[in-house]
Structures are given as structure tokens and as C-alpha cells.
């Protein structure tokens, strides 16, 4: 690609909204599943009785519920950046293509 072309699609106000959009969920999600992964560690650390109640007089603990829930977050929030690259940011690449044909 010739550096015309790059720099135009640098200047291209769609490009610069799709990498705006992208890296601002890009820094939510990573920040939600931080807050996610370090709240649950430091709950084994500073309160590791808390993971290890029995939910029912049983074997299974509180900690095992919230480890699957966990799991299931990374899930979700995969789900939310893959639905918006899909829909969204991919709609703005083809547009930024579009115009740098021109």
C-alpha cells in the first residue's frame, strides 16, 4: 500500500470513529473482566472462608458457583465484542475501504 493511501485513510473521520469505538470497548471489556478476575483472587486472599461455605451442608461450595460464573462472564463479554466487531465495526471497515478506492 502506498503511503498516499495510508495517510488518507488516517485522515478518513470513519477510520478514526472505528479505531475511537474499538479501543474504547476494547478498554471497557478488559476493564470489567479485570475487575471480575482480581476482585474473585483477592477474595481467596484476603477472605478464603467465604469461597470455601458450604451452599447446602454439602461438598459444593460458594466458591464453585462463582467460579462457573466467571467462566460464563468471559463468555458474555467475548459475545459483546464479537456482536459489535460483527455488526458495527465491520460496517465502518467496509465504508473505510469504500473510500480509499476512491
Known amino acids: ?11 478518513n473521520p470513519k ?8 479501543s474504547g470497548l476494547s478498554w471497557l471489556l478488559s476493564i470489567v473482566m479485570l475487575v471480575i ?20 451442608g454439602g461438598v459444593t461450595t460458594i466458591g464453585i458457583p462463582i467460579g462457573i460464573m466467571i467462566i460464563l462472564s468471559v463468555f ?14 465491520d460496517q465502518l471497515t467496509r465504508e473505510v475501504v469504500e473510500d480509499a478506492k476512491k
Open 1 to 11: 500500500m502506498q503511503d498516499h493511501t495510508i495517510e488518507r485513510i488516517q485522515q
Open 76 to 89: 458474555v463479554i467475548t459475545g459483546i465484542y464479537v456482536r459489535r466487531a460483527n455488526t458495527e465495526f
Open 37 to 56: 478476575y482480581y476482585g474473585f483472587i483477592l477474595v481467596i486472599a484476603f477472605s478464603p472462608a467465604t469461597l470455601g461455605q458450604s451452599l447446602s
Open 15 to 22: 477510520f478514526q470513529e472505528l479505531v475511537r469505538k474499538k
